[in-house]
């Protein structure tokens, strides 16, 4: 692929990746805020069974997969370093409106760095004019793979139980949501006690 194609499947990846971010915090807004209202539902129908268990939470990590978590591959490594070099905080000294901005661009790269989006790091490059891109074939398919990463997020955001629930209108479906929802949940945890 030649560099005046590279480019070019390079804005159509941030553009997509910039579509794509905003999609998933905007249904991850909608799943939080049926969160409590959700487990409240859920509490409420195991009393009416007599059963005394309370949602399943996701375990935490432990430190070592904190770690792993946080880890960045090389080229995230690489490009949020070319980041910091400019607009590190401790190298803006102003208080002007320019570098509250460059301060919002660096919390965004090591938001990025954090989830290892090279991605969405090259963008926050390119859009503070820090680098001129030298990409290679596997740059691209990288990219497309956490573009993959990004939908199959919101896939399974959007079919969660939270979520499904949340966005629905109707009562007697919400109420049919959560009897399957505490259904399945006590019959596996009877499955689990039997075992």
């Not at 880890?71 to 070099?85: D, E, H, L, N």
């Not at 919002?104 to 963008?123: I, P, R, V």
Request: proline content about 3%.
């Amino acid at each position: 692929m030649n560099d005046k194609l590279k480019k070019i499947k390079l804005d159509k990846l941030v553009s997509e990746m910039n579509f794509l971010e905003t999609e998933l915090k905007y249904q991850k807004a909608i799943a939080e805020t049926a969160v409590p209202d959700f487990n409240l539902k859920v509490r409420e129908e195991l009393e009416k069974r007599g059963k005394k268990q309370s949602p399943p939470e996701k375990p935490a990590l432990n430190r070592a997969q904190r770690r792993a978590a946080k880890k960045a591959s090389k080229g995230t490594s690489k490009i949020f370093k070319q980041i910091a070099k400019q607009i590190h905080p401790d190298k803006l000294f102003s208080e002007d409106a320019e570098t509250q901005k460059k301060k919002e661009k660096f919390l965004e790269a090591t938001e990025a760095k954090e989830e290892d989006n090279s991605l969405k790091l090259y963008s926050i490059a390119r859009e503070l004019g820090i680098l001129e891109l030298e990409l290679e074939n596997e740059d691209i398919e990288h990219f497309e793979k956490q573009l993959g990463k990004t939908k199959k997020d919101i896939s399974l955001l959007t079919t969660s139980w939270v979520y499904v629930w949340g966005t629905q209108d109707s009562i007697e479906i919400k109420e049919s949501i959560i009897k399957k929802f505490v259904d399945l949940m006590t019959e596996q945890s009877d499955k689990q006690d039997t075992e």
